[in-house]
Each structure stands twice: as structure tokens, then as C-alpha cells.
């Protein structure tokens, strides 16, 4: 099972609004509303942020949404703040019943 | 307060075993799949293993199938991850955690992490 392709980095100063995609194949993404989203912080675990697509956890900011089209999948990140700034990685259920990762995204907020 | 405590790791030479343990508490644990991820020094999360709430369904990543073993102990709170014939691409931080909802192992609680080192 190949890893999800995630762009490797983007920035954006704060208040602005970043989108961060995700691609997979119909065997991951496209198979499912299975897609989640994942902030993690320098030495930390990966926090969930987005499930099924564009759900969102208690207590995770609605500056936070996803989306999906076919075998692609997105994380909109509103009003940027500077805690904000993390590497981001998607991930999706398979139709093995697996769960495949994207190689991550590095977000610097300026 | 839902907590995962994993323990286990620790430096162990090619071809040889661990055993990772994890201890849920905070919520009812039969009711909701696990996983076990890990993560290598400097690289993403990789999805190793996955359970359901009552032990039935089981799932690993190929590059561990016939060498790992995941089980729960529903009656202890507890989950292993039996790991055989260690390979130095098994090293990582190896995390628990649990599912949010049931299906497509979207994980919300996630331990501190175990770290295992496979070298001689």
C-alpha cells in the first residue's frame, strides 16, 4: 500500500487561509468517506483533527474543514494563527480495511 | 479522562522479539477499536495494526504480517502488539490509540509513544 501524496511544505502569514491536498487512488480515498487529518507538533502524537472527511473532533476549531473529490482529498485551514504552524498528514481507510498515511505537510505560518 | 499507557520498548538486536503492551482507561475499551501506529525517527505516521472492540477482526500492514501479532484483553483494558523477527526498519516510536467512531480507524486518543530500537 503506497503512501498518500501530500505536497511537502507550505506557508502562508497569519490570518490568511491555506489548503493542503491529498491524493490517493480509488483503492483509499476514492473508496471511501474514510479520510481523516492529523496535526502533529514537534515531539508529540499526531492529534486528529478531521474524520470522515470533514467531520471534527470535540474541541477542534472550526477554522479547521475538509473536503473530498474523487481520489483527492483537502484540509482548509482558516484565519492561520501561529500555533497553527505543524506538519499535517492525511490519512485514509483502505479497501483492505487497512489505514494508509501521507508522507506529511509542513505548515510555517510566517 | 480517557489515557493510553504503552510499555515494552526498548533496544533489541535483528531477528529478535518484543512484546509492546498498552493500558486504556477513561472509557469503555471493548467498545471501540484500536490501533497500533509508529513512527520512524524523522519520517510520517505509518498504520501498523488494527482490532476491532471485540478481538475479531485483526489487520495488519503488509510489511509486518507473519512477524506481528496484535490481541486485546478486553477484560484487563490491555492491548499487545507481539513483535517477532525484528527487522532495523522496524524502528520507531510505536504508539496505541483508539478509534473515535466505529470504521476507517479515524484515531482520536493516542498514547505517549514506546520507543523501539532494532540494531546489534
Known amino acids: 500500500q503506497s503512501a498518500l501524496t501530500q505536497p511537502a511544505s507550505v506557508s502562508a502569514s497569519p490570518g490568511q487561509s491555506i489548503t493542503i491536498s491529498c491524493t490517493g487512488t480509488?483503492?483509499?480515498?476514492?473508496?471511501?468517506?474514510?479520510v481523516s487529518w492529523y496535526q502533529q507538533h514537534p515531539g508529540k502524537a499526531p492529534k486528529l483533527m478531521i474524520y470522515?472527511?470533514?467531520n471534527r473532533p470535540s474541541g477542534v476549531s472550526n477554522r479547521f474543514s475538509g473536503s473530498k473529490s474523487g481520489n483527492t482529498a483537502s484540509l482548509t485551514i482558516s484565519g492561520l494563527l501561529t500555533e497553527d504552524e505543524a506538519d499535517y498528514y492525511c490519512?485514509?481507510?483502505?479497501?483492505?480495511?487497512?489505514?494508509?498515511f501521507g508522507g506529511g505537510t509542513k505548515l510555517t505560518v510566517l | 479522562e480517557v489515557q493510553l499507557l504503552e510499555s515494552g520498548g526498548g533496544l533489541v538486536q535483528p531477528g529478535g522479539s518484543l512484546r509492546l503492551s498498552c493500558a486504556a482507561s477513561?472509557?469503555?475499551?471493548?467498545?471501540?477499536?484500536m490501533s497500533w501506529v509508529r513512527q520512524a525517527p524523522g519520517k510520517g505516521p505509518e498504520w501498523v495494526s488494527g482490532?476491532?472492540?471485540?478481538?475479531?477482526?485483526?489487520y495488519y500492514v503488509d510489511s509486518v504480517k507473519g512477524r506481528f501479532t496484535i490481541s486485546r484483553d478486553n477484560s484487563k483494558n490491555t492491548m499487545k502488539l507481539q513483535m517477532n523477527n525484528l527487522r532495523a526498519e522496524d524502528t520507531a516510536v510505536y504508539y496505541c490509540?483508539?478509534?473515535?467512531?466505529?470504521?476507517?480507524?479515524?484515531?482520536?486518543?493516542w498514547g505517549q509513544g514506546t520507543l523501539v530500537t532494532v540494531s546489534s
Open positions: 490509540a483508539k478509534e473515535i467512531v466505529s470504521g476507517g480507524w479515524p484515531l482520536d486518543y
Open positions: 477513561g472509557f469503555s475499551f471493548s467498545d471501540f477499536a
Open positions: 482490532i476491532s472492540g471485540s478481538g475479531g477482526d485483526i
Open positions: 480509488s483503492s483509499d480515498i476514492g473508496a471511501y468517506n474514510y
Open positions: 470522515e472527511v470533514s
Open positions: 490519512a485514509s481507510c483502505t479497501t483492505s480495511s487497512t489505514l494508509v
